[in-house]
Structure formats: C-alpha cells, structure tokens
C-alpha cells in the first residue's frame, strides 16, 4: 500500500459532510446544460464536462475504494473512459461516454459507499482522513474548473448565485503599499498543518528582504490605464515569449474585455456588462501581469514574498520578520463569509476594498479569495519533494512552463486554500480566474 501523508484527524461527519457538499455543488454547477453543451467543443484549456462529471466519480473511488479496500469498479472500463493519467486529454471527446443519467447514478453509487464505509464512528482514521479530504478537495478543484468552463463558453451564470450586498459591491479602491521587513521566513508546509498538498512540502528557510507589496490587487480602472497607453502595442514592455504570446493570440485587451462607445464592457458568462472599476483585473495570464508591471515600474512578488505578507505578523519594536505564522492572513480560522470572497456566492470578483475583517496583520487586503495572484515564480519542487498518493497532481508539471499563482478566487471552495497553497498555471493561460498584485521596484 502507497504511503500517505499523516494529516490530522477530523470528524466523520465533516468528511460526509463535505463529499456531499461537493458533489452538490457539482450537479448545481451542470444544472441547465443539455446533452451539447455538456461534451462542449474540443479545446486545450477545457474538459468535455461530462467526461469529467464520470472522472471525479472515478477519482473517489480509485483512490478510496479500489487502493484503499481493494474493490472492484462498479463502472465496466471506467479506467478507459476516466483515468485522466492515462486517457489524452484530445481524445475525451471520442470516447463512447455514458449519458449523463448513467454517469450520475456512477456519481451517487459510489458516494454512498464512501460514506458507508467512514461508518459510525466520531473521529474518521488519519487515512479515512487524508484520502477522503483529498478526493473531496479534488472534486472542488473540478468545480471551479466547470466554472472556468461555462465562462469559456459562455454559458449561462450557475442559478445558485446571490446578488452582492451594496456595502460589499460598492467598496471602492484600496491602494498603496504596504511595507514589509526582511528575515527569515519558514515557506510552506509543516507536517504539523491541518492537511496540505504535496507541492507545499516541507517547509523551509527563505530569507526575504524588506520589500513593499500593493495592499490590495491590480484593479480594472488600473488595468485599462495600460491598456489605453497601447501597452499591447509596445514590444518593449513585454518579455520576447509573451510578445510571441501577445502577437499569436493577437490580444489587444484583456480576453472578456471590449470597448463600446468609448466605455470598457466585460463578458460575463452569456451576458455582457460594463467593466467595473474597483475590481480586481482577471482573465489576464502571466504575461499581461509581467507587461503591466514594466509599464507601471513595478514587478511580481515572488512567491515567498507573498506568503510573508500573508502569514507574518510584525512585533513591535522589531524590523526583522519574527514571531509565528498563520494558516490564513487573519489567524488560522477558516474562512467565512465575513473574511473573503470565496465559494462562488456571488458569481464574480467584488471591489478590491471590500473584506477588510480579512486583512493580513500587514494590511494586505483580499489575499484569500476573489481572485488568483500570478507571482514571479516558476513552479518547481521544493528540496526534498516527494509526492504523495495523487503522483500526477503536481511532478508532471515542473516543467518549467506553469508559473505559481496564490490565494484562491472567487470560485475556489473555502476549505481548499490557505496561505500555503500553491496553485499553477502555464504563462499563457487567460481562461482562469487570475489577477495580480505587485511589489514596489527595489531602490
């Protein structure tokens, strides 16, 4: 049996309680789609979603039944039509896929027995702990993956979506600086974290100078200043691969954005609606960030710079980074609905001054949710790296193409990121829901 990490133990029934959450949030989030639009057209940045309805299916239940108990698939050639590691993400679209009810009764036969099996007792074993959450967290990486995809392919908004109260959607600005002083700084997991993916592990010492970092994300009015400026017209702003990027793309704007009678429009979903100011810029990929950056004399964080002005507190009296460090910026509670912009409640980002109850003890604002933050830095194992159960989760992926993006967004499920978490993405991708914040240039 593969080794697993020693997480902590939870209650069983937070474990049942989040498999069912999740796959509720999966059929809310294919709700309204017919048989066409589900399978969807055949592109590099999508899954058909009904392959992927039948995957997350599969991942419960290779990871938990089948390694973990030894059972037989309940799907005949369920490794053939949903084994992502094995099944070329090109040919999903001419697999001879069940319908959508078989795939379902697949789905709701096989959360059953997961829960069944988690039995009676109070606290679930620390593997009942770990694989359940794992496979849980995974299906909520898929879902704000079908996010990205109903946006895509401008589909329809999720019905489930509430209205944005006024004092949140009418927020406003938050700029300036923040400054940060420089010492050493723990970057990544401990074994002593509530869980944790294997990209994260293990800690180690990252010496950090002082730097200054935005208080909050680069917003829409801030964005479209470049724009306007014919930052997509200037090669001399961009690195050599992103004015490739920029010229085979032929970006001219962010990806959703369009001009109107001289006003900034943006699609959302199947809808069109005027661009909003004081939201973070999203949809915009690596290299949009690092061009606006050299326009603006600024530049990315790197990725432990990040984590810094997420996690540390400052002591008084000191200028050196001292004192522990905090699972989340505003101590080690899990987020609610008072301290970010998460779980895909409103159906899109909200003004960057919104959530002041989640500032980090630095001052930084809206760290965890509303929008993913491109960083400085590429994806690469930290010394010592050796993954866990889930092996293509992240080694097949330092390959020096994904860059490392923080923080979670506004369809990120609040239980699946922390100040740790470390997402990734290839340079050029512009479909998810990524923004950025920006340090000071150093003097």
């Known amino acids: ?69 030894h059972q037989q698939s309940v799907m005949e050639n369920s490794d053939v039509l949903y084994d992502s590691m094995a099944v070329a993400h090109a040919t999903r679209w001419d697999l001879d896929l069940p319908d959508l009810e078989t795939t379902i009764r697949y789905r709701e036969t096989v959360r059953e027995l997961i829960i069944d099996r988690l039995g009676s007792n109070e606290m679930a074993s620390v593997e009942d702990s770990y694989f359940t959450q794992l496979t849980a967290f995974h299906e909520d990486m898929h879902d704000e ?18 209205p944005v109260p006024k004092d949140i959607g009418s927020a406003g600005p938050f ?26 592990k293990w800690g180690q010492g990252y010496e950090v100078k002082p ?26 702003l961009w690195t050599k691969a992103g004015w490739q990027w920029r010229e085979y793309a032929k970006a001219e704007c962010p990806v959703y954005w ?9 699609k959302r979903f199947d809808s069109v609606e005027p661009l909003r100011p004081h939201e973070p810029v999203i949809h915009v990929c690596w290299y949009e960030a690092q061009a606006w950056c050299n326009w603006a004399a600024r530049r990315l964080p790197w990725e432990g710079e990040w984590e810094v002005a997420a996690s540390r ?33 409103f159906g899109g980002p909200v003004d960057v001054a919104a959530y002041p109850d989640g500032d980090s003890a630095y001052g930084c ?51 699946i990121v922390w100040n740790t978490f470390r997402n990734f993405y290839p340079c050029d991708r512009r479909d998810v829901i990524a923004g950025f914040r920006t340090c000071a240039l150093e003097i």
């Open 1 to 69: 049996m593969t080794d697993f990490p020693k997480v902590q133990q939870v209650q069983t029934d937070y474990l049942e309680q989040i498999i069912r959450d999740a796959d509720a949030r999966t059929m809310a989030l294919i709700s309204g789609l017919d048989s066409e639009q589900l399978l969807g057209p055949c592109m590099r940045i999508v899954n058909p979603m009904l392959w992927e309805i039948g995957h997350i299916a599969w991942f419960h239940e290779k990871f938990i039944l089948r390694d973990r108990d």
């Open 145 to 162: 993956a079908f996010t990205y995809t109903r946006q895509t392919l401008g589909y329809p908004a999720p019905e489930f979506i509430e």
């Open 175 to 200: 700029p300036g600086d923040v400054d940060i002083p420089g010492g050493i700084h723990m970057l990544g997991a401990t074994p002593k974290a509530p869980f944790f993916m294997d990209n994260e």
């Open 211 to 236: 730097f200054s970092i935005s208080k909050a994300p680069v917003t829409n009015a801030e964005f479209a200043e470049f724009v306007e400026a014919d930052g997509y017209k200037r090669e001399d």
């Open 258 to 266: 369009q001009k109107l009678d001289g006003d900034w429009l943006v």
């Open 313 to 345: 507190s400052p002591q008084s009296g000191e200028d050196v980074l001292k004192g522990p460090e905090t699972r989340f910026p505003w101590g080690d509670d899990i987020p609610g609905p008072d301290k970010a912009n998460l779980d895909a409640r």
């Open 365 to 415: 604002r809206q760290m965890i949710g509303n929008v993913w933050e491109w960083t400085q830095s590429v994806f690469a194992p930290f010394e010592g790296f050796v993954p866990d159960p889930y092996k293509d989760y992240s080694e097949p992926w330092f390959d020096g193409n994904h860059a490392v993006l923080r923080g979670g967004s506004w369809a990120t499920r609040n239980r």
